[in-house]
């Protein structure tokens, strides 16, 4: 049973829909610029971590997203850990970006992904935004 676990440093990105366009009778479907790099990142860094061929069993997937501690939250009376974070982007969203941009790398399709576990953070004091991705073969 393999496992991987690695880190994405930076802000977290959320799978932003895909934009069509249309110039005649020509349509176009571009993904997002931000969206694309950061699937990107993230399948550079899987790559690094995963051993061996793409898994073709099932797969767990769990992310721990911890965004940017906001101003308002770095007063002296509030606390010093992790706070829980209402704000965007939405946290199926970033699973999504994760989850597809593993493609290929660790699974050979997203659909393999049967178990998901996931929190979303505001940062504790000092510490910087990132994605926690944990990654795991499930042998039943």
């Known amino acids: 049973m393999r496992r991987a ?9 959320g799978k932003q829909r895909a934009r069509t366009y249309r110039h005649g009778k020509v349509t176009r479907t571009v993904t997002p610029t931000k969206t ?3 699937e990107a990142l993230t ?10 061929e793409p898994s073709t069993g099932p797969i767990r997937l769990t992310l721990v997203v911890v965004k940017a501690r906001p101003k308002r939250l770095c007063r002296k009376a509030d606390p010093d850990g992790r706070v ?3 704000a965007t982007p939405d946290l199926d969203n970033v699973f999504k970006s994760c989850s597809d941009s593993l493609n290929g790398i660790v699974y050979v399709d997203d659909a393999q992904v049967v178990e ?3 929190s979303k953070w505001y940062a504790a004091k000092g510490e910087r935004p990132r994605v926690e991705v944990t990654v795991e073969e499930i042998c039943d």
Request: aromatic letters at 10%; charged letters at 10%.
């Open 5 to 13: 676990t690695f880190t994405i440093q930076g802000p977290p990105v």
């Open 36 to 38: 694309r790099d950061y």
């Open 43 to 52: 399948a550079q860094i899987a790559a690094a971590h995963w051993q061996g």
């Open 84 to 86: 829980r974070c209402l």
């Open 116 to 118: 998901v576990a996931g």
